[in-house]
Structures are given as C-alpha cells and as structure tokens.
C-alpha cells in the first residue's frame, strides 16, 4: 500500500496558543493613526556603544513597526549601526533580538500601537556560537 | 539496579538523596545523589527522569571522586611570572577573591573601552550550564568572539549543521523503539558518550534485543560496532564515498526511492536553470517545478505535489526564460559516477558489500508503508543512517554528512516512525501553557528554518557572508561554527588578509583546555601566549590553565545550581516516543570548598564591577525568553537563584519555581506522537540539492578573490561528493598508516582523566591508554603487542606511545583513544597516561575545511620503533 506524504497529513497540529505573560498589545486611542508614537529605546551591549545616553527617545508614525525603530536609528547612528542589526539585504540579523514593552517582535514590519505612555523598545545582539 | 522507587527523600537531615544533574560529559543525565553527613557517599541515576532513564555509565558514579580530588583549585591565584610557555612555571601566589576581581575588572574594563571584541570568551563544551551565562555575559560586554575549544571544533562543525538543515536538531539518531535497521557512520548514539547518552544506552539495548539490525561503519571496531550485527571497516574519511555509492545502487540499480516523500517533502522537484539556481517565478520569486499536468512550470505552492515532475528537461519559455531540470534529475546524474566499484576504490568496502548494504537499507525501508501510533497514522520508514564525530571530523566533513543523510531522505526516513530523528525538533510546549512551544517552518522558498536553535544564528537562512568581525572570521564562513583560526599558525596571515580591525587580547577561559583539545601543542601555545591577559575559570590546574594570569576555583557540578540542565530540548533530551518531556535542575549537593565560588555568581558580579549589569539583564531576558512578571528589570542586582526562580516560573508557572524544583527535581509530560513524527505535519521542505551554497560561495569569493584568498568552489557544489583529505593525498614514503582518534566511553574529552575510578577503569582496558594498531599491519612492521612507538606526521610532528595489536581496526589505521596524555603537574592521575593525539593536528588554513572550518583531524603517520624497543 503506497501513501503519499502529503496524504498522511491532517490539517496542522500545532500547539494550542502559548499563553504569555505580557497582557494583549495596548490597543489605547492614545496614540491613534497618524499620530506620533512616543518610543524610548534601549540598546544593550555593542549597541550602546553607539549611543550616548540610553534611552534613545524617539517619536514615529503610529501604528509603529519595529523596522521603523531599526530605520531611524539607523539614521541617527550610521553605518555602524546598521551594519551591526542588518544585513547587506537590509534585513533584520536573526541574532538582534528586539522587544516591544516585554514581549519579543519577530515580524519587523508587525504594527504596534502604543498606549499613552511612551513605548518601551529593547534591542540586544546574541550572537555566541555552541558546539559539542 | 537498586530499587530508588520507595527512598524516602528527607529522612533525616543527615541523609539525604539529591536530585541533580551530572556534568562528567555534555549528557547531563540526571542523578540523585546520596549525602550522608555532609558527605556525599553515592551517585546514582534518576529513575523518575527522561534523561538517563536511572541509568548512568561509569563517568557519572564516578562523579564524587573528581568533586573530592584533592587536586581541585580552591584559591584564586596570580601569575608572578610574566612568561608563558609549555615549559613556563607561572610561579602561582595565592590572592584574594577581591584582588582578583580588581585586576580582571580593571582590563576587561580596559578592553571595553577601547574594543570589546578584544575580548574572546572560551568555555568547555561539558559543562551546558555555562551556556547562558557566557551568552549573557559577552552579549552584554559587547564581543562576538566566543570559543568552543577542541570540544566544539572537533565535534560539530558539519553535525550540527546537517541536522539542522535536515532535521531541525542538533544531532541525529535512529528511532530506538520502531527502527530495523540502523547504519552508523562514526557515530556511537546509545553506545558511548554523546547527547543523552545515559537514555540512549537503554533505548539501543532493548532495540537490539527487539532484532533491530545495526550496521556500523568505522575504521575502529569498539563501543558501537562491538555491540553491531555488522562492523563495516572502511578507510578513515571516506564515508560519503560509501553513502553516494550506497546512493547510487538504490537510485540507479534498483530504483527504489520514495517519490511521494521527494515530491511533497524536499526541493527535489524544484527547477534547476544552467546557473545551478533555481529557475524561479518572476512574479512572485518563488522556485518553479514542472507540473506535469499542464505541462507548465508553475510556483511550487501552487501545484500539487503529486503533480511535481522528478526527473526530464524543460523548457521554461516565458516565465523562465531557460530550460530546467528538476533537482532530482541532477541527483540523479550526479550519482551516475558514485558506483560502487569507485566506492570501494576510496573506501575499502568491496563493492558486493555495498550493494548488498543498500539493498538491505532500501528494502527494510518498506516506502510507501504506514504504522499507527497512539491512534494517529503516520509514515513507517524503520531505517536510518546516522553520523556523528567520526564522519565530521575531516576537511570533508560537510559532503560525508550530506552524503549519509541523503541516504535517509531518498528513501523518505527522516522524523517518522522507525526512521532517523532529529534530537525533538517540535514540541507542543508545556500542556498547561503552550509555552516552550516549538516547530519547524519554511521560509519563503518553502525550506525548512528549525523551530529552535542552540545559538542565535540558524543553520538556514544561511547569513550573508561579510568581511568578517569575528577573530575566528566565521561571520564570513557562514556555514560554520567553531573556528581553528583562533589558534592556528596563520591566524595573523588571515587576520591581515581579511583587514580583521583588532587583535584578541584578553581571553576568559571557562573550563576548556584547550591546549589539549584543539590541535597541536605549539601552535595553541603560542595563541594563548599571545594574549595580553588571560584569566581562567577552572576545577583543575589544567595545562591551559597553567597560562592564566589569574585562575579561579570553580565550583563542580555537586556544588552548583542550573535551572535548564537538558533545555533546548534538541540538545540531550532523548528523542522518540520511548522518553517524555522532562525539564531537570542542577541543584547544590554540597557546598563550595575553601574559596571557591560559582562561575555563574562570578560571571555576575564581574557585570556589576563593569557597571553592565542593565546589559545583561537585557541578556538574560533575551537568552531565556522572559516575560512580564519574570521579566528582569533595568540594572538591578539579582542573583542567579533569582534568575533561575524566574526561568522556571517563566515556563512552568507561578507555584513552580526554584523552590518547587528543589523539592521536586523535574517536571515531566508525555510526548505525542505528532511531536516526535512532525515531519507530515509540517509543511517544509528539505534542500536534497544545496542551491543556496551558489550564491554563497559567489559572495564569498567577491569579499575573498580580490584580497588574495582563494576559496576552493568544489566545496561549494549544491550536490555531495568524495573530496580527499590531505591524508589521502600523501605520497610520502613509509607513511602507510591513517591515524585518528576516538571517543573512549571511559573519558570526556580530557577532564575525565584525571579521576582515579575511571583511570584505574582504563588502565584496564587494552584500548583506553594505547595505540590500536591492526594485527597483521603491526606484524608486518615487526611490531609487538605493547612495544613503544612514534608516530609521525608528514610535517615531522611525533607522538609516543604503546601498541595494542587488534583485528577491531581497519588495516590502515592507526586508532587512539580519547584526549589523553596529559602532561602538566596539576591533575597528577591524568598525567603521563594515554597518548596525546592533537598533537599530530595541524593548525592551519590548509588543514581546515574551506566551508565549514572542520579541522581535519586524519592524518597520514609513519610508525618506528621507539630506541628502547627497537634494541
């Protein structure tokens, strides 16, 4: 008896949601569309020798991505920055991990709404190598 | 076994059995262990956990006499003399904890200021719960430059990467509890050491006694072949050209291969132009296959698997503007050659025994067959060809692998019942949260990106090659890993070609030694020399140790605290249906001696002393996915119970922390099988042709090509292929013999030597401490058993030591054990005992995988008769 692969299969049997213990994204009137988003941004470790003082205040379009974040610091630090976060294709380095008020953004361009307070970014690069 | 199921924990406060995590080797089995008095009188395995199953081999039990060595470091000491070689006495004096604190904070400091990637961190692969800590640490310091030592470089460069992108895991293994028949190319899972190792041994035995045939190919018949159905001996470094000839009779000769599995779970039916790329949509950018009921390329996600054309030539016209042919038709071609007359040419295997192996193989694959496990229904493909340390530990490494695996995929063995598993590569999570949840998924080419990962750079996506800022320039041999070039002869010849902008100048040493595990001693030496300031976190004074500025006694794995001792589950989680979830803790058996402290509490407070605890906090956040309430905050101080209380309830919940795991030692929960067979349910893809390596090898050779450096192509080619080691290219007269070495499943690395239970153990064994040559080989040079020898290398490089004449090796090869011959003063049992291989091992661009960095680690010897003997 021959059975395709994709016969055996059944619908995706992926894990139930993950419960997290971040609340729901703030979905706050405070910052609606088109208006300005208040960001602070923490840089860790190589990152932050690109700075001066942390946070980095910034204020972008709301809803805000995260690429949006990595752009305009991009533009106030440079190269060296960029070069650290992206690569030659300008994409997000799979190491630099980023943080939207505790919760981790894979998606770059994922829109976040902030609530009235100042949104919390965090930004780090891990990049240890293992073995064994 | 003693019967453990009715200890009555606590019975006293002078009597009490622990439950713990062992750190002899990177297995982490768990234990418990007995603590009378204060004294910790016995070691046993935890029946009540998946890792080890309450098994655990001789290293384990033999734990509480590397905790009692009266040798182990138990003060901070300074270097007082400023040279440093193999011959140099540092002349220690003892200091305190604050004076040594002061003096590495003041250059690291130092470092910091001027650039951080002057640092490079260094640490044994044994001890898995330095990961974190170290991950944090120099996330947060700012380098990249993190070393695995000989632990890493030797064992994982082309492993880790072929299970991931093949299986999403770290490592391979047959399905022990459905699997017929099992081929092991240089592997030994469940017979020696290795991931889960302690689980492992079980699993392979009661597979055994089920009737599951083992075939193990290995110039060195021991650990796994002495318990095979069938020892296939084969020419040191040759694997793939067995496994392609194996290819090549299932392909060609008998045709037998899983088309279904071809078509729906690998690019096998992706298009292929005269670029050797995918030929791909120009609307969508996706790669086309021909479907060969409209008789048309079209996206692959939008035709049916079914429909997927394997094999023939296409015309592309508008849409590809080329003609194509599938992926498999190349393969197909490509193993045209791979016959196994040429095999056995390379190999040794006669031609009769590899067309019978992949006859065997193919059949008891049963293609197209299903099982129904736990009330699901799933494919049945009970074979599997396994690798591990034996095939990857060669300039070839990256092909053998390959090679071997795609024996797995043509016949559509990979993550389902019976077949080879990836180490869990899907999990549905904790079931009371989801959290921990994990699962492959494909990029946009519909390839395969694992669900999780050791490190934070994924074996596919591929990264893009760049000048690189690594000292072990890794970040432009992006298929690599572990790195030679931080040691080698050339690393300052490389280092300049490649502009590198900085030179390493302090490293911190966390266990590793180096010295002995990476290549050659005078080359390592001089690395380590070179270092302006070198501190070492150690157990022993080991002979890397012995070049440290400053040493500091670490506590042993019975003194220690750990809140993920066998997580990312990929790493020593047993695989299989046989085994559940189970998260273990490292818990403290016994307290520090003297002044010995923590290496994570020391790690820690050097982060405060540099005024980056804020950074690594960030870190820990980062490292171990902590969320809200668990969540470290700004730069405050907590200490590393805090951080594993907030790990755990993290992941298991508020009323499960470190307390809760203290008292209960482990949390476990049942696997289904839709997370141990999860390759049906994914909807990825595999790369049986390596498309990707195209445009990486071009981008390389534009960063490299105008700097002077050349990249050899043939290492870059999308479809495996035999490329000799320089071992076998030597012409040299008189050098007839291949030598390599082994894992001893007495020892870890070189740790273990030192421990009195496992020396005498191997003082024993004919093999542990000798140099394995075979029978008829030795007579011919008029050799006797346990006469005194060199062994020479082509460049003059010679190690000594005693002939074990055996049958259970390979005519040409000249076998020894583990990482011994140990000479420095500061483990007295380790030293002078067993041979000391590396020392064999050059250390240089030349020596070194031009993709994957493996070290080659086979090399072709000549033996004499030492003078005494020879009189």
Redesign the interface.
């Known amino acids: 008896m021959n059975i395709r692969w994709d016969a055996v299969a059944t619908p995706s049997r992926r894990a139930a949601k993950v419960q997290t213990w971040v609340g729901d994204v703030i979905d706050d009137p405070g910052a609606g569309e088109g208006e300005a988003a208040r960001i602070n941004v923490w840089l860790y470790g190589t990152l932050a020798m690109d700075v001066a003082e942390r946070p980095v205040r910034l204020q972008l379009p709301a809803p805000f991505s995260t690429d949006m974040v990595i752009r305009e610091l991009g533009r106030r630090l440079g190269d060296a920055f960029r070069e650290r976060v992206l690569d030659a294709d300008g994409r997000k380095l799979c190491y630099c991990r980023i943080f939207v008020d505790g919760a981790e953004v894979e998606d770059p361009m994922q829109p976040i709404r902030a609530g009235a307070a100042p949104a919390t970014v965090e930004m780090i690069l891990l990049t240890a190598i293992e073995g064994g | 076994m003693t019967d453990l199921s009715d200890i009555v924990r606590n019975t006293s406060q002078n009597d009490e059995w622990v439950s713990t995590s062992c750190a002899l080797c ?1 297995g982490s089995c768990s234990i418990l262990a007995h603590r009378v008095d204060g004294v910790v009188v016995k070691i046993e395995g935890n029946p009540e956990s998946s890792v080890g199953k309450g098994r655990l081999c001789g290293k384990g039990v033999s734990g509480i006499m590397t905790h009692y060595d009266p040798n182990r470091l138990t003060v901070p000491l300074r270097r007082t003399n400023p040279k440093k070689g193999l011959d140099e006495d540092p002349g220690w004096k003892e200091i305190t904890w604050d004076e040594a604190l002061d003096e590495i904070t003041a250059q690291l400091r130092r470092v910091r200021e001027d650039d ?1 990637r002057k640092l490079v ?1 260094q640490r044994t ?2 001890v898995t719960a330095a ?1 974190i800590p ?2 944090t640490f ?7 430059n ?1 070393s ?1 030592a000989g ?3 030797h ?2 460069n082309a492993a ?1 990467l072929l299970s991931g992108v093949m299986h999403a895991s770290w490592s391979i293994v047959p399905d022990f509890e459905y699997c017929n028949y099992a081929i092991y190319f240089g592997a030994s899972k469940g017979h020696g050491a290795g991931h889960a190792s302690g689980s492992n041994m079980k699993l392979a035995a009661d597979a055994r006694a089920r009737g599951m045939k083992m075939v193990v190919v290995d110039p060195m018949c021991n650990f796994a072949a002495a318990k095979a159905s069938e020892w296939v001996p084969l020419r040191v470094g040759t694997d793939a050209a067995l496994a392609l000839a194996m290819a090549h009779v299932m392909v060609h000769e008998l045709g037998m291969y ?1 088309a ?2 071809l ?3 690998t690019n096998a039916p992706y298009l292929i132009g005269p670029d050797k790329c995918y030929v791909r949509d120009p609307a969508t950018g996706k790669p086309m296959v021909w479907d060969l009921k409209v008789g048309a390329a079209r996206p692959f996600g939008e035709v ?3 429909d997927m054309a394997l094999d023939g030539e296409y015309d592309t016209g508008e849409i590809g503007g080329v003609r194509a042919t599938p992926a498999f038709a190349l393969l197909r071609e490509h193993l045209r050659k791979h016959t196994p007359e040429w095999g056995e040419k390379i190999s040794t295997v006669p031609a009769a025994n590899i067309r019978r192996l992949a006859r065997e193989f193919a059949q008891e694959a049963r ?4 099982i129904v496990v736990d009330g699901v ?3 049945y493909r009970p074979v599997a060809a396994i690798a591990f340390r034996g095939s990857q530990g060669h300039m070839n490494s990256l092909y053998n692998f390959f090679a071997i695996d795609l024996l797995n995929h043509l016949v ?1 063995a990979a993550d389902v019942v019976g077949s080879c598993l990836g180490f869990n590569p899907a ?3 904790f079931p ?4 921990l ?1 994990y ?1 492959p998924y494909p990029d946009d080419d519909g390839l395969m990106i694992p669900g999780t990962w ?5 074996p596919y996506p591929v ?2 090659p ?1 000048l690189p800022q690594k000292a072990g320039l ?1 970040d432009f041999f992006v298929m690599s ?2 790195t030679p070039y931080l040691d080698s002869d050339d690393r300052e010849e490389l280092w300049e070609k490649f502009e590198l902008p900085y030179r390493p100048e302090v490293m911190l040493n966390f266990g590793a030694n180096s010295l002995m595990s990476v290549g050659n001693r005078d080359a390592v030496a001089k690395a380590l020399a070179d270092y302006k300031f070198m501190v070492s976190i150690d157990l022993f004074e080991t002979e890397t140790t012995r070049f440290a500025d400053i040493v500091l006694p670490d506590c042993g794995h019975l003194q220690t605290l750990d809140s993920r001792s066998n997580y990312p589950f990929i790493f020593s989680l047993p695989a299989g249906m046989g085994s559940e979830w189970c998260w273990p803790i490292r818990q403290p058996v016994l307290p520090p001696v003297g002044e010995q402290r923590r290496f994570q509490d020391v790690m820690l407070e050097l982060g405060d002393r540099l005024g ?1 605890r ?2 690594m906090n ?2 820990y ?3 171990m ?1 902590l ?5 470290l905050q700004g730069d405050r101080k907590y200490s590393f119970e805090e951080i594993c209380d907030a790990d755990l309830k ?1 992941n298991f919940g508020p009323e499960r922390g470190l307390d809760w795991f203290k008292e209960n030692g482990l949390i476990k929960w049942p696997k289904k099988p ?1 997370e141990v067979y999860w390759r ?2 994914a ?1 990825v893809r595999v790369p049986v042709y390596w498309e990707f390596l195209v445009p990486v090898f071009e981008k390389m050779d534009a960063i490299a090509a105008p700097r002077g450096i050349k990249i050899p192509s043939e290492y870059y080619e999308p479809l495996p292929d035999f490329l000799p080691c320089l071992s076998h290219c030597c012409q040299k007269p008189g050098f007839d013999l291949y030598a390599f070495y082994y894992r001893d499943v007495l020892h870890t690395n070189s740790f273990t030597m030192e421990n009195p239970w496992l020396d005498e153990a191997a003082q024993l064994d004919p093999f542990s401490y000798t140099v394995a040559i075979h029978a008829e080989t030795g007579r011919k040079k008029g050799l006797k058993d346990g006469a005194r020898i060199w062994i020479e290398n082509e460049k003059g490089r010679k190690v000594a030591g005693r002939v074990h004449l055996t049958e259970a090796i390979h005519p040409e090869g000249l076998g020894v054990a583990a990482c011994a011959g140990h000479w420095g003063d500061g483990m007295p049992i380790a030293k002078g005992k067993g041979v000391f291989f590396n020392d064999l091992l050059e250390l240089d661009w030349e020596h070194s995988s031009p993709i994957n960095l493996s070290l080659d680690l086979c090399a072709r010897v000549k033996v004499t008769l030492a003078e005494e003997d020879a009189k």
């Open positions: 990177y951080p961190a692969t044994t990961r170290f991950v120099i996330a947060a310091f700012g380098t990249p993190m695995m632990g890493g470089l064992c994982g880790h899983d279904a599995y078509q729906a779970k049916e698997a079914a293609i197209g067959s299903t229904t799933l494919p559509g999990s549905n999570g009371e949260n989801g959290r949840a699962m050791m490190g934070y750079h994924m990264a893009e760049r890794q890993l572990n980056i804020a950074d960030a870190a956040n980062a490292a996915n969320e809200g309430p668990y969540r993290n839709e049906p349910f909807d």
